[in-house]
């Protein structure tokens, strides 16, 4: 009977640890961050606080950023945060805040990184938000539009490079200008 009793404290041990640990899933995330869309709180924000890289937007987006000052790229990298940052994370939570939306499926694809599916009005039925689970905390990665993106050569254009990339000069008075708006 002694036997028997040690078994089973230790199956129920074995079941019980890695449950205790189980962070929450990429539909228990979402659902707590839809929660919170009414009025933003600290799990949306969260969620959507590193949507934005600044350095390496700024490295990929600007043509003569490797001869740049250690100053001129700091400034830089600190006013794209405000402006190109504060509209993404701003898009953000209206992608995930979509009045109606519902997650339809959910994949892993790769290491860490999560597809979902949503269904909501006016939704491309193509396109995914994307999430990295990062280990201590899920992050929002932004939308897969069907298969291609974007995003980094329309803030090209919309930074003076047209279909290139501009100069520092150049991109530093785009932003100035989206930043007195």
Same mark, same amino acid.
């Given at each position: ?9 230790? $199956?129920?041990?074995?079941? &019980?640890? =890695?449950? #205790? /640990? ?6 228990? +995330? %979402?659902?707590? $961050?839809?929660?919170?869309? &009414?009025? =933003?709180? #600290? /799990? ?6 590193? +949507? %934005?890289?600044? $350095?390496?937007?700024?490295? &990929? ?121």
């Amino acid at each position: 009977m002694r036997a028997f009793a040690v078994i089973l404290a230790l $199956a129920t041990s074995a079941y &019980a640890a =890695p449950h #205790a /640990r189980t962070k929450p899933g990429i539909r228990e +995330v %979402f659902g707590a $961050a839809r929660r919170e869309c &009414a009025r =933003p709180g #600290a /799990r949306l924000t969260s969620l959507v606080a590193r +949507v %934005f890289d600044p $350095a390496a937007f700024s490295a &990929a987006v600007v043509a003569d950023w490797v001869a740049r000052s250690t100053d001129e790229q700091a400034a830089f990298v600190e006013l794209a945060d405000r402006v190109v940052g504060g509209e993404e994370r701003a898009d953000a939570i209206a992608a995930i805040c979509v009045p109606g939306a519902r997650i339809a499926s959910a994949w892993e694809q790769g290491t860490n990184l999560w597809f979902v599916k949503v269904h909501r009005p006016g939704f491309d039925e193509c396109t995914s938000l994307m999430f990295r689970d990062e280990g201590d905390r899920w992050s929002y990665d932004g939308v897969w539009f069907c298969g291609v993106s974007i995003w980094m050569q329309e803030w090209r254009r919309k930074l003076g490079g047209g279909t290139g990339r501009p100069d520092y000069a150049t991109a530093l008075a785009r932003l100035h200008q989206r930043d007195a708006r």
